[in-house]
């Protein structure tokens, strides 16, 4: 689906599909509404240093913002950082009115919250994280440098966390830690530069 500003791939409508046919409402609610609260995290950022929002779309990489306007480097990292910290906002409030309320809901909410804003401050590509560590990186070691440095850092941290996730499978552990990494390594953008123009979930 693409209409205007948002864009929907088929890849991402089929994994939606399957994410509402295995979990109940309640909980979908509970995944959602963090991811929500991130991405507006980002968005209001993106707005308050002028940048305009040009699409919103969403693929088998997850959620993505494509955004132009001239902006300090200072300001791409702030507004990386504003998703996570919207989503730990996020996470303390529904934590404190699950505590009053024992509401399970919101308990499962704020720890998705948590571990979402945590995952997207590891500095690999496309994380919120790598796209920091991208910016800073260029900034001290200039542009083709940074990219290198980053590109390699992600790489060599997705290839770790699979070794990871593959010997907690092995373990009988669960295999969440490795279908990340893969997706990590399989997200892998061609030039670490125009991760500055995307934010990715």
């Not at 893969?182 to 500055?196: F, G, T």
Request: net charge positive.
């Amino acid at each position: 689906m693409d209409k205007g500003r948002v864009s929907i791939s088929t890849g991402a409508l089929l994994l939606g599909a399957l994410i509402y046919c295995t979990v109940s409402f309640s909980e979908l609610a509970a995944i959602l509404a963090p991811v929500i609260v991130h991405e507006l995290g980002h968005i209001v950022a993106l707005r308050l240093y002028g940048l305009r929002i040009r699409r919103v779309s969403a693929d088998l990489r997850g959620l993505c913002i494509e955004y132009g306007g001239l902006c300090a480097p200072s300001g791409h990292a702030v507004s990386a950082l504003a998703g996570p910290a919207a989503g730990f906002a996020y996470a303390f409030a529904a934590s404190y009115f699950a505590r009053g309320s024992a509401n399970e809901v919101l308990t499962l909410s704020a720890g998705v919250s948590l571990l979402l804003s945590l995952f997207n401050l590891l500095p690999i590509l496309p994380l919120d994280g790598g796209r920091i560590f991208s910016i800073i990186a260029e900034e001290l070691l200039g542009g083709r440098r940074g990219d290198a440095l980053t590109k390699a850092v992600s790489l060599a941290l997705s290839a770790a966390l699979l070794i990871a996730g593959t010997v907690l499978t092995w373990r009988g552990e669960g295999t969440a830690l490795a279908l990340a990494a893969l997706w990590l390594l399989l997200s892998q953008p061609d030039k670490a530069a125009l991760v500055k123009r995307r934010e990715l979930l």
